[in-house]
């Protein structure tokens, strides 16, 4: 059974760069040809695609935040993450990873991620 | 942005039958990509309930069911139960962002 775990800061100040990374159990990450993703989700809004990673590296970004995110695999330790820039209180959000990226099977629990001074 | 529009909310009494649209665009659903369909319960991630227009994954109840059309799609629970009442998502493949698109989300209330 594949289980996908957040883990990063939970506080963030503005302008400040927001490092999340998932970890990635019961399967390989570079096996099976996945792409592995990141969604966020606002306070008591709708889901979000942030963007979406291959085990070679090829990433794919969401226009609306392409000039502020980075996805990064590392497939030794079965882990990629999402850096993102210059945050606000905007990406105040519960941040989730999946595997996949059309349909997600797979989904870690979440990690809400707060954006205050 | 692309998104996918379904209703804020749908209602009903347990036992009966409830359908929540999703209606895309011709970059997404009416392109031929496939529609999936995701549920969240409160304070969980969301889980995914159907998948390629119409199937379910293992271990989901045969009461949900999915079907696709054109631009639109539609999720369909029948024999409604208290259990059933989460928030519910479409989701699909749009070639103008070379990602996903969401829908907006209805919060589906067991009366």
């Known amino acids: 059974q594949v289980q996908l775990q957040e883990s990063g800061p939970g506080l963030v100040k503005p302008s400040q760069t927001l490092s999340l990374t998932c970890t990635v159990s019961?399967?390989?990450?570079?096996?099976?040809?996945?792409?592995w993703s990141w969604i966020r989700q606002h306070p008591g809004k709708g889901l979000e695609w942030i963007g979406h990673?291959?085990?070679?590296?090829?990433?794919y970004y969401n226009p609306s935040l392409k000039s502020r995110v980075t996805i990064s695999v590392d497939t030794s330790k079965s882990q990629f993450s999402l850096k993102l820039t210059s945050v606000t209180a905007a990406d105040t959000a519960v941040y989730y990873c999946?595997?996949?990226?059309?349909?997600?099977?797979?989904w870690g629990q979440g990690t809400l991620v707060t954006v205050s001074s | 942005q692309s998104v996918l529009t379904q209703p804020p909310s749908v209602s009903g009494a347990p036992g009966q039958r409830v359908t929540i649209s999703c209606t895309g665009s011709?970059?997404?659903?009416?392109?031929?990509?496939?529609l999936h369909w995701y549920q969240q319960l409160p304070g969980t991630a969301p889980k995914l309930l159907i998948y390629?227009?119409?199937n379910r994954p293992s271990g989901v109840p045969d009461r949900f069911s999915g079907s696709k059309s054109g631009t639109s799609a539609s999720l369909a629970i029948s024999g409604l139960q208290a259990e059933d009442e989460a928030d519910y998502y479409c989701q699909s493949y749009d070639s103008s962002l070379s990602g996903s698109v969401f829908g907006t989300g209805t919060k589906v209330t067991v009366l």
């Open positions: 011709g970059s997404n659903i009416g392109a031929g990509y496939d």
């Open positions: 019961g399967g390989s990450i570079s096996s099976g040809g996945y792409y």
């Open positions: 999946a595997r996949g990226m059309t349909p997600f099977d797979y």
């Open positions: 990673i291959y085990y070679s590296g090829t990433a």
């Open positions: 390629g227009n119409s």
